[in-house]
């Protein structure tokens, strides 16, 4: 077994339950066209048109033409609100026997199945590990990982999502296999004996073509281009990666021909007064979803998880978008402590051993997005290095930056960094890492990479 | 009116056009230090840790305090005078450095001003003590751009710079009060006007060796009952504070272990090899400066290695230096100079770890699958092995 670099649990509070709730069906979708990797700018449907669950509302010019899928029936609007498609009188939705065109191809045709999987908009939820782009439908990976965890705090848990329909996750996985030709699948899983994980291998018992990898439950080990590089998969090779909602996807997508409307996402973070997972169609606008579940003070409503999402506010969402895996809800700092510094902080949780939490147990704590502190020169105390599950080094390249050494920069591989975000949160001079690793992969491919192609 | 409310309703003069616009920085310390700031994350991730630098140097004031504390009760009120003398001269320096640079002020004089003092003869006169902070605030840290950024330890930059310019006054020691309350009501005086100079136990030793007196007992190093600078004496509290600077994280414990481990075997060599020349190892480690240097200078994280493998190195060519120095060279302690000649070399021994590391790195992408084969079955496979064999026994 190799050695686990790095990594860190940050322990937030608000930790959503097992409980998937469900939700009242809301009165309009407000579908974003900007997604994280989606700009669904190719209207498909005019101004005022009627469209039944399913039809393509635009699409994905520049991924495969990927459509933006009406998750309900309804009458659209470009205009109401800018960058959004907003479905309003909605249809209540149809039983799922009813359900839309069925015409799940048969056997064989591996390219008839992928160009469904897109039609569909399944494939949207299929990322490339290295890239963290939409890999190419119809093109050749080196391997498929599937994962059933995710760690960061807080995203929608695999195994509530994967818990909902056992028996379509593993069909789901039978369509994958039928895409490939020998090439394998690996399944993520946790390191525990959990009641859980004795299921699925129950219920993948005789699936000799999914290979179970063991992942230690230590943030970010779950990262897909982590274990992509630790299976042994090189930068210039695609793999396909997939969640357990992507799983769940393929299998709507290739037993019923059906695209998929809704998504298990969690809602937690220190800001939620009862973190759940929900059911929501794609398009609830946030401002229902969060209403009456927040905490009274000001909250920052973050797409994703709190080390690696977006302020959805700030990016003008108003609605869950098609990627979405979790809103973490996290209050704003107001509050300015006198002596903060010099407080003993039995409730506060740090990678260091410096406040008196130290000597209790694990447990959650009520993070705010206050900075803590000030921002100060490094004072190389090597936190970010220990944290880092990839080996590099982000002080010496936030040192290297600075004196705007970018050969150095490059050799020092910080386009190994997959922005987990560790080295900004342990950074004791609060210095924004993130950004800087980010900064710096930025300027040596403008920089130096454009310069060498003159 | 509260705090909150008094920084409030002075701010105005010390930003944009007020009066007091210059000494932004010195505003801005006070208030931040007593209120924490109200400044929020811009980006991802949206929340920190708790640390921050200011916590961090408190660590380190918390662990020197017990042995702070030992000088106080040994040699009297003279040690919280120069204590305070180190704090407003080393300070003040900052803050001027501070307004002309109009950054901010750092905290890393917390710990230089509370650890000068502590390595200075407890007689030594008070404008000597601020005559070494100021130089060793001034050459060893602001020079170089300030904290984060100095090449040597600023205190030990200080006290080398005495011990050159005033080598009698520096080697002017005085007994401790054993009997309780010790001196915590007194003020001895200085070594100009007592002219008081005993063996510390390290000057005692060489003695020995010449031929003449006894050796300092064990008991009286760890205790602390022993002449010498004002917070190397007493072991046991060293210890306790220094074991808890390493439970925090705040020091690196691979320095003090290598430090420590490298000079203990170095010394039970020499003691091995002529008894009669070199005291024992334990005698050492705990006699003189050794473990004050090992628990809080040589643990400074700018001034030491960043990389893991280089603290090793670090440490082990501190401990080194100090063994010889002690044992083989004309001086008595040997700490101070070993952990500045680590100083010299620590960035070079960081060079070599980081190419290490940096080579390393640059085959990481390169594991490629043994060709051919479709990858997953090469053996490579993190974690697979056990998962895999549970599923096939079901």
């Known amino acids: 077994m190799k050695k686990v670099r790095g990594g860190y649990d940050i322990r937030l509070a608000g930790r959503p339950s097992r409980t998937i709730q469900q939700i009242v069906p809301p009165q309009r979708l407000l579908l974003p066209r900007r997604t994280r990797r989606f700009l669904f700018g190719q209207a498909c449907v005019e101004e005022g048109a009627r469209v039944k669950a ?8 520049k991924n495969f033409d990927l459509p933006l899928v009406a998750p309900m ?31 799940a191809p048969s056997g064989g045709e591996t390219a008839a199945k992928r160009r469904q999987l897109v039609d569909l908009g399944a494939w ?253 020169p490094c004072i190389s105390c ?73 | 009116m509260s705090i909150r409310g008094f920084f409030e309703k002075h701010s105005h003069h010390f930003h944009g056009q007020g009066r007091l616009a210059p000494l932004k920085p010195l505003y801005e310390a006070v208030e931040n230090f007593m209120l924490s700031p109200l400044s929020r994350t811009k980006s991802a991730p949206h929340v920190r840790d708790p640390l921050d630098v200011k916590r961090y140097m ?81 050459v060893g840290k602001e020079l170089f751009g300030g904290t984060g950024r100095n090449l040597f330890n600023p205190a030990l930059i200080g006290r080398c710079f005495l011990a050159i310019a005033y080598p009698t006054a520096m080697a002017s020691y005085l007994d401790p009060v054993k009997a309780w309350p010790g001196r915590l009501f007194q003020w001895a005086g200085s070594a100009l006007s007592d002219a008081t100079t005993n063996p510390t136990p390290l000057s005692q030793a060489k003695r020995v060796i010449a031929g003449g007196g006894e050796l300092t007992p064990i008991s009286d190093l760890l205790w602390g009952s022993v002449s010498g600078s004002v917070g190397e004496t007493s072991a046991i509290l060293l210890i306790v504070g220094g074991v808890f600077l390493l439970l925090t994280r705040v020091g ?55 990389t893991g493998g280089g603290k090793w190195v670090y440490g082990a060519l501190i401990g080194v230096s100090a063994a010889l120095i002690r044992n083989l060279t004309g001086y008595v302690e040997g700490v101070m100079f070993a952990i500045l000649l680590g100083n010299i070399f620590a960035p070079v021994i960081d060079e070599v770890f980081i190419r290490r590391r940096l080579a390393a790195l640059a085959r990481q992408d390169v594991i490629a699958p043994e060709r051919g084969q479709p990858p997953g079955q090469q053996g490579n496979v993190w974690f697979e092995g056990k998962a895999n064999e549970e599923a096939a026994q079901q």
């Open chain 2, 252 to 306: 690196n414990y691979r320095t003090t272990v290598s430090m420590l481990g490298a000079f203990a075997i170095l010394e039970s060599i020499l003691h091995l090899a002529d008894p009669g020349r070199f005291v024992g190892p334990l005698w050492h480690l705990l006699a003189g400066g050794m473990l004050l240097g090992a628990f809080f200078m040589a643990t400074d994280p700018v001034t030491g290695p960043v």
């Open chain 1, 54 to 61: 399913g039809d393509v509302l635009a699409r994905d010019g």
């Open chain 1, 124 to 376: 949207a939820f299929v990322e490339d590990a290295y890239s963290g782009k939409l890999p190419d439908p119809q093109g050749t990976p080196a391997a498929v990982i599937v994962s059933t965890l995710r760690l960061e705090p807080y995203q929608a848990r695999g195994d509530v999502q994967m818990m909902e329909s056992l028996l379509g996750f593993i069909r789901g996985l039978e369509h994958l296999q039928s895409l490939l030709e020998y090439q394998p699948i690996y399944l993520l899983f946790p390191n525990v004996r959990s009641e859980f994980a004795q299921q699925v291998r129950q219920q993948l018992r005789g699936h000799a073509w999914i290979k179970l990898v063991e992942v230690p439950l230590l943030y970010p080990h779950d990262n897909m281009l982590l274990c992509a590089r630790r299976l042994g998969f090189r930068r210039d090779q695609i793999v396909w990666t997939l969640g357990p909602d992507a799983v769940l996807a393929v299998d709507a997508a290739l037993t019923h021909g059906r695209s998929v409307s809704s998504r298990v996402i969690s809602l937690g973070g220190p800001g939620v007064k009862v973190p759940v997972h929900l059911r929501v169609t794609f398009g609830h606008p946030l401002e229902e979803l969060t209403a009456g579940r927040l905490e009274e003070s000001e909250c920052r409503v973050i797409n994703g998880g709190a080390l690696n999402g977006y302020d959805a506010t700030a990016a003008g969402q108003l609605g869950v978008d098609i990627e979405c895996q979790g809103l973490t809800i996290v209050p704003e700092n107001v509050e300015r402590e006198l002596l903060g510094w010099t407080r003993p902080g039995l409730d506060r949780r740090s990678y260091s051993n410096s406040y008196l939490s130290a000597l209790r147990g694990s447990f959650d704590e009520r993070m705010t997005t206050a900075m803590r502190g000030e921002r100060r």
């Open chain 1, 73 to 103: 029936g309804g009458t659209v609007s470009w205009t109401a609100q800018a960058d959004h498609a907003v479905l309003g009188e909605l249809e209540p939705p149809a039983c799922e026997e009813q359900a839309t065109p069925v015409h």
């Open chain 2, 58 to 138: 408190s660590m380190v004031i918390i662990g020197l305090l017990p042995a702070a504390l030992a000088g106080w009760y040994f040699f009297g009120l003279r040690v919280l005078a120069m204590i305070a003398v180190s704090y407003a001269i080393g300070g003040a320096i900052e803050v001027a450095f501070a307004v002309v640079r109009k950054e901010e002020i750092n905290e890393g004089f917390l710990v230089t001003g509370l650890l000068f003092p502590m390595i200075l003869p407890p007689t030594l006169p008070l404008w000597m003590v601020a005559l070494g902070v100021a130089f060793g605030v001034l």
């Open chain 1, 382 to 454: 090597s936190f970010c290095e220990e944290v880092c599950p990839t080996g590099v080094m982000p002080h010496l390249i936030h040192k290297l930056l600075y004196a705007d050494r970018l050969e150095d920069v490059e050799r020092s591989r910080v386009d190994l960094c997959m922005d987990c975000g560790l080295c900004a949160f342990v950074c004791p001079s609060k210095i924004e890492l993130r950004e800087d690793m980010h900064e710096a992969r930025r300027r040596i491919e403008t920089e130096l990479h454009a310069a060498e192609e003159h």
